[in-house]
Nanobody
């Protein structure tokens, strides 16, 4: 099995910064795309940022210029640096990874347990 463990959430004032981390462990041959999603109360889960194994990135329009996604392939870890945070960024943030468990097994879709980010005004 594969586990994704997130860390780094918390409470911050508007304009502040947080850095989220997500480490994947278990039966991993390789990881293709990784990403961060978020879900605010009463809303659908939405993509925040994604990154391929080669380092290509994409962002939701609402976070462009403020958030940066990166990854350390040697550590099977993805990061989300969040700057200039706004109250509307408040949500539970989830890590996602597309994992190959062997050369022929996968990719499988895995999710972290979620970490709360709260931005006060």
């Amino acid at each position: 099995q594969v586990q994704l463990v997130e860390s780094g959430g918390g409470l911050v004032q508007a304009g502040g910064s947080l850095r989220l981390s997500c480490a994947a462990s278990g039966k991993i041959f390789s990881i293709n795309a990784m990403g961060w999603y978020r879900q605010a109360p009463g809303k659908q889960r939405e993509l925040v940022a994604g990154i391929t194994s080669g380092g290509s990135t994409n962002y939701a329009d609402s976070v462009k210029g403020r958030f940066t996604i990166s990854r350390d392939n040697a550590k099977n870890t993805v990061y989300l640096q969040m700057n200039s945070l706004k109250p509307e960024d408040t949500a539970v943030y989830y890590c996602n990874a597309h994992v190959m468990r062997s050369l022929r097994q996968g990719p499988y879709d895995y999710w972290g347990q979620g970490t709360q980010v709260t931005v006060s005004s």
